[in-house]
RNA sequence: GCCCCCGUAGCUCAGGGGAUAGAGCACAGGAUUCCUAAUCCUGGUGCCGCAGGUUCGAAUCCUGCCGGGGGCACCA
């Protein structure tokens, strides 16, 4: 609908000038097409007079009274008035709202997409934790932004691509090969010192029992440097194909898994530092490699090679952002935890040294989450290996309800998860909310179908029985749908449709308490299984969105 | 010390230039002959952290301060 207003506005613009009723002008930058918090203000407004007030020099009220004749003449339009300071509001008529309602049934699938991302090619890179460890609750909220956020924006018309970035070179992966060797000597009787440094977890002395098991002694003779890659190996692989079934389990789907050994292997890493070599941007200082990215906005030069001779993560992920931007992406999304974000400016200037749009790279923070249980926060580290995994949360409280909470908020907001809450199945869990408005629908469904009753072809149907303020009220918000759709995938912002979905299941279900669906009219059963049917389509795909499903029963 | 995020109702948070700032929870009371009560209805709250500035207009943008969290390695 407010796609149509703006055509209709831009019109009325265009004839006004050439009626002379404004000087010839192009239509201006910024003018904006909102839905007013009140009612009284008419379903949608427009500031476009106090726009064009400041750039003709006549107040905005008159220059609105201008337009106000043209505008009145399209049948669109109930009342169109000028108000405030010169706003122009529009008051859609109810009968407008009534045929939507069809137009919407009738475009099926297509009315929960939106063309806002133009075909536009897009990266989502995200969770990409390290294979050290099995996933906890922070990664399950990089996992939950992530993966819906790429589904909304293929929604919103932005080819997609997901994308998870393997560290799986370095110290963190020698690290991990020595913890498990040492365990694997431990599980033969023998004392070991085993390191703070070292990863403590439970799961590492089971990788070592199973090297014992496959293995047996054979490695107790072989020197350490020798059999380290052969336990780090098995390592990532087990606690690999462990995050891999974690992602599965919480619904979250990756097209692409990048490795970085392969950007060394390819000589990517050596061609990106020759680039920046050639460009003058490296230097060395007491025996290491520096990039001025300072030069770039960082606030101190970055070390790339260390002085004995090892390459630093950064200098990897110099080559991976060059890789992704070879690609041919318009748009990069990283997903980072906030705790990453003192190297948000280094990458950026990666990117802009080399020679590449560092505005064409987003990088989202991902803030912490605090897991809550009967009242008290719970201790979370990696290396400790004291922490709630994501695996654990899902069986706890199921991929509905985690996915649901970590999609409540801005994802730049700490948030609270409470385990109580999430796994209380009633009235203060909100995901349980929406879901149980789509399995009431469908509930309204069967017993129409029990009844024989079969919904007729739109233009069949009677929508002006629809006429309560209620049912106005909800073939409005249904209307926005795709609106809200488009914004959020632009803003980056999925929780604006859990949002969206919240308030709209409130509507329904005070609606559903008040109103007979199934009655003893059948023009007005008609029209309200036909509006029923629209709503369950807006909740199954908002909530596919998010990655929830949508039960036919509960 | 420097950098990033946050500060909105008792609590958890939406809203992020537009007109009278919202929701859930909590608290109290009420609703079920009939499509699912995981529901609904009725009750009231706010110096939008503080102070300046920009603007026709600021909770929203800018600056400073205060408070909370996080980050400041030749770790990631």
């Given at each position: 609908m407010k796609n149509r207003i703006k055509s209709v506005l831009f019109e009325a613009f265009n004839q006004a000038v050439k009626n002379g009723?404004?000087?010839?002008?192009?239509?201006?930058?910024?003018?904006q097409i909102a839905v007013p918090k009140?009612?009284?203000?008419?379903?949608f407004s427009t500031n476009l007079a106090m726009i064009l007030a400041s750039r003709i020099k006549t107040p905005p009220r008159q220059v609105a009274d201008s337009l106000l004749s043209i505008l009145r003449a399209n049948p669109l339009f109930e009342k169109v008035e000028v108000a405030g300071p010169g706003f122009l509001n529009f008051f859609i008529s109810t009968e407008t709202w009534q045929q939507n309602l069809k137009h919407i049934f009738n475009s099926g699938d297509k009315?929960?997409?939106?063309?806002?991302?133009?075909?536009r090619r897009v990266l989502v890179e995200f969770v990409s934790a390290n294979p050290t460890g099995p996933l906890h609750v922070g990664h399950g909220r990089g996992a939950a932004v992530g993966d819906s956020l790429a589904r909304l924006l293929r929604a919103a018309g932005f080819k997609v691509e997901t994308e998870y970035y393997i560290n799986d070179v370095g110290n963190q992966m020698k690290t991990l090969g020595l913890s498990v060797y040492l365990r694997y000597r431990e599980h033969f009787g023998e004392k070991v010192d085993f390191p703070r440094e070292c990863y403590q977890g439970d799961y590492i002395r089971d990788i070592a029992d199973d090297m014992a098991q496959r293995?047996?002694?054979?490695?107790?003779?072989?020197?350490e440097d020798e059999c380290l890659p052969d336990f780090t190996k098995a390592a990532v692989d087990v606690i690999f194909s462990g995050i891999k079934k974690d992602l599965l389990e919480f619904g979250v789907h990756f097209d692409n898994w990048f490795s970085e050994r392969t950007l060394h292997d390819s000589g990517m890493v050596q061609k990106a530092l020759s680039l920046l070599e050639e460009k003058g941007f490296l230097y060395e200082k007491d025996g290491a490699l520096w990039f001025k990215t300072s030069e770039f906005g960082d606030e101190k030069d970055r070390v790339i090679r260390r002085s004995t001779g090892e390459l630093t993560y950064f200098a990897a992920d110099i080559a991976y952002h060059l890789q992704k931007m070879e690609r041919g992406y318009d748009m990069l999304v990283d997903i980072w935890?906030?705790?990453?974000?003192?190297?948000v400016p280094r990458v950026k200037a990666a990117v802009k040294a080399l020679g590449h749009d560092d505005s064409a790279l987003k990088v989202m923070l991902v803030q912490l989450v605090n897991l809550i249980e009967e009242g008290e926060q719970k201790a979370m580290s990696t290396r400790a290996g004291e922490f709630v995994t994501l695996s654990e949360v899902v069986e706890s409280v199921g991929t509905d309800a985690a996915r649901f909470i970590f999609l409540t908020r801005r994802c730049d907001s700490h948030l609270d998860f409470d385990l109580d809450l999430a796994r209380s199945q009633s009235q203060e869990n909100p995901v349980y909310y929406v879901q149980y408005a789509h399995a009431r629908l469908a509930s309204v469904f069967r017993k129409a179908a029990e009844q024989g009753i079969v919904l007729r072809e739109p233009d069949q149907?009677?929508?002006?029985?629809?006429?309560?303020a209620e049912e106005l009220n909800l073939l409005k918000m249904i209307d926005a749908f795709p609106q809200v759709l488009a914004e959020s995938a632009l803003a980056l912002a999925p929780h604006r449709i859990s949002y969206y979905l919240t308030n709209l299941a409130g509507k329904f279900h005070g609606y559903y308490t008040r109103s007979r669906f199934i009655g003893e009219d059948p023009e007005l059963t008609q029209a309200r299984l036909l509006l029923s049917a629209v709503m369950k389509r807006v909740f199954k795909k908002g909530l596919n969105l998010l990655g929830v499903s949508a039960p036919e029963s509960m």
């Open positions: 009723k404004l000087p010839g002008m192009e239509f201006p930058d910024g003018v009140a009612e009284a203000h008419g379903d009315f929960a997409t939106s063309d806002a991302g133009n075909g293995h047996g002694r054979r490695y107790l003779d072989v020197p935890g906030a705790d990453h974000h003192g190297y149907i009677d929508t002006a029985l629809l006429s309560s």
